[in-house]
């Protein structure tokens, strides 16, 4: 069989109770072959939407027609448009969809019987605490597991002849603080503390209870706090959390169980549910329901290794921005990554890809260039890319593909991809392999992103600025009128020669001087444009003799050639073919100010003799009003 490629959808934030549905994913799926390609972003709701939009630009980043399936792990994805455009991709790609979080009669949906848990939970507070009075921190107003959890609780309330109230509810967009500040709107204007505070999830929980006891109200013999989702932190937090457990590492398996009935051709259950699992515990005044010492006392045995971790995880970020901010090019990406997962992978692990838009370096060189906002082009400059230790070069790569695999292998793989960008403005995409504790340790991973973003604008931006001074040099050291450098760039040019003529090491260069005949002539008889046009003429046929050197206007008929390596070796030659031009043009039926005419004098740096530049230039000069006395008797 043919090896399954599965996509998953989610976000960040979900840390530990995604984890345990990737755990149950991967050990329901051991005995099929299967590649798990995650696509994550940590999309938050907040006054920056441009940050917003950039996160959730991820979800664009895979052709669902390269898929054989898709998982969506919809709790906390519930953005506007998201999750639609995600199905409507799907859809249109004829692959089986698996929700978890949200129900949709269009897709099959693993998930947990959140009825079960949160009705224990409500009757555990009311009838074993005695608890009448409710305020409950809800999720976002339209996620369905939030609005279930609120629903049982008013239904239990209802059934105990009790009320909950639309303002004792707070809808917190997931956000902990929104939570907190409601509950303390409340209590500073002289609202009576409710009996318990039940919350959406658990960190909505602990943060509350936080800043309670901060206050001095005491949880729970004050106010009881309850969460949902049981996470490990929760239990180990003090007072540990009373909690739901909706077993996610259950929910993983029966979404993988529906896949391997999918994948060799058997009917499945369009909606499979987990019970949850009711945890009393010390937020409602209920011994543990397990020893969480013993847990807590090996975490502060573990306290150590985490310090020295989290040093060196430090350290590594403050390497990576001072190795890639060295760099003047895009291409320095390249070097910056290979040297810095050379000496250390601790984080990155063996497989880790840096995939960058290309119109990131176009735009950086024409300011013009619009930046991309949705999607990703085909094809990606592939600025690192280790695979299981092996690293490639710099090289474009086809988007499609998402991932290059050096190492073609039977085992199932892995990877997470996280979006790189600006703002709103996509700029690529990262990516781990093979890794699922990124996963738990959510805010690690989260760290390492938001750090490898901003290093990364920085770095493009520092580009932008380097490029804009190129430009604004160069327009201060070219001619307005023929567009080759002008006598600044000349001054600057001289200086670098001296410097090197008074250093050991001697340069071999020489200088030509030019000026240009019958100007004045032209301007009296024709005018100043025809001048113009005149002095245009005579500076393409020395630029199109000198192709290899710079030429300089330094006055209004003057003009000067440095000389060096091939333009140096061929100069008597070169020299000699601008003459014959000339004579030859004067041959021809052309307009005046066509008819070219320029005295010249040629001088050769002479590194035993010469010890200023000046005297280099003074000879050129002397050699050209020669020439033009020449020129003059001749005419």
């Not at 009757?123 to 049982?152: C, P, T």
């Not at 050699?623 to 003059?632: C, H, R």
Request: proline share 2%; hydrophobic share 40%; glycine share 6%.
């Amino acid at each position: 069989m043919d090896k399954k490629k599965v996509a998953i959808f989610s976000t960040g934030w979900a840390g530990e109770i995604f984890y345990q549905y990737l755990i149950g994913v991967k050990e329901g799926l051991m005995e099929q072959s299967v590649d798990l390609y995650l696509f994550l972003s940590h999309a938050v709701y907040g006054p920056n939407s441009a940050d917003l939009h950039g996160e959730l630009n991820i979800y664009n980043l895979p052709d669902m027609n390269n898929f054989d399936a898709a998982l969506i792990f919809a709790n906390g994805l519930d953005f506007p448009n998201t999750l639609e455009q995600i199905n409507e991709r799907c859809i249109e790609a004829q692959i089986p969809v698996i929700y978890t979080g949200k129900e949709d009669e269009r897709f099959y949906f693993a998930g947990s019987d959140n009825s079960v848990g949160t009705r224990k939970l409500g009757e555990h507070l009311i009838e074993e605490h005695g608890v009448k009075k409710v305020w409950f921190i809800a999720g976002s107003a339209e996620n369905m597991d939030s609005n279930g959890r609120l629903n049982v609780i008013r239904e239990v309330l209802e059934e105990h002849n009790l009320e909950l109230s639309d303002e004792d509810v707070c809808y917190t967009n997931w956000s902990p603080y929104i939570g907190y500040n409601y509950v303390m709107e409340r209590i500073n204007r002289g609202d009576a503390y409710p009996d318990a505070i039940v919350c959406a999830n658990d960190t909505l929980a602990m943060v509350i209870s936080k800043e309670l006891i901060k206050l001095g109200i005491k949880v729970p013999e004050d106010v009881i706090v309850t969460g949902f989702d049981n996470e490990i932190l929760a239990q180990l937090y003090d007072p540990s959390i009373c909690s739901v457990d909706q077993r996610f590492d259950n929910i993983g398996r029966k979404c993988a169980e529906i896949l391997c009935n999918l994948f060799e051709g058997r009917e499945a259950d369009r909606v499979q549910k987990v019970e949850c699992e009711f945890v009393p515990s010390e937020s409602c005044g209920c011994m543990q329901a397990k020893d969480f010492n013993a847990i807590r006392r090996k975490i502060g045995k573990d306290k150590f290794d985490e310090k020295i971790f989290t040093s060196n995880f430090d350290l590594k970020l403050s390497q990576m921005e001072r190795s890639i901010m060295q760099g003047n090019s895009i291409s320095h990406l390249t070097e910056a990554f290979t040297n810095l997962n050379n000496n250390d992978v601790q984080y990155e692990g063996n497989t880790f890809c840096v995939m960058i838009d290309p119109l990131i370096e176009k735009s950086i060189y024409d300011n013009q260039r619009p930046l991309r906002m949705d999607g990703y082009p085909d094809t990606m400059n592939m600025v690192y890319s280790k695979e299981k230790g092996f690293a490639s070069s710099n090289a474009d790569f086809e988007t499609s593909k998402l991932v290059p695999m050096l190492n073609v292998s039977k085992e199932n793989r892995f990877f997470i991809f996280a979006p790189l960008h600006d703002g709103e403005f996509a700029e690529g995409y990262v990516v781990f392999g093979d890794d699922f504790g990124k996963i738990k340790d959510s805010y690690l991973f989260r760290k390492y992103l938001e750090r490898l973003n901003i290093i990364l604008n920085r770095f493009f931006q520092k580009l932008r600025l380097d490029a804009l001074n190129q430009r604004l040099l160069q327009m201060t050291e070219t001619d307005a009128m023929t567009h080759v450098k002008n006598r600044t760039a000349f001054e600057t040019k001289l200086g670098e020669l001296q410097a090197k003529i008074s250093s050991e090491y001697k340069p071999r260069f020489a200088l030509a001087v030019f000026d240009i005949n019958n100007l004045k002539s032209i301007n009296d008889n024709l005018g100043h444009e025809a001048g113009d046009e005149y002095i245009i003429n005579s500076c393409r046929l020395i630029c199109r003799t000198f192709k290899k050197s710079a030429v300089y206007r330094i006055g209004g008929d003057e003009f000067v050639v440095i000389l060096e390596n091939d333009d140096f070796k061929a100069r008597e030659k070169l020299l000699d073919s601008m003459k014959k031009e000339m004579e030859r043009l004067k041959q021809e039926e052309v307009a005046v100010f066509e008819r070219i005419s320029i005295a010249s004098g040629m001088t050769v740096y002479n590194s035993e003799e010469d010890f200023n530049i000046s005297e280099v230039f003074n000879r050129a000069d002397e050699a050209m009003y020669a020439n033009k006395a020449v020129m003059k008797g001749q005419e």
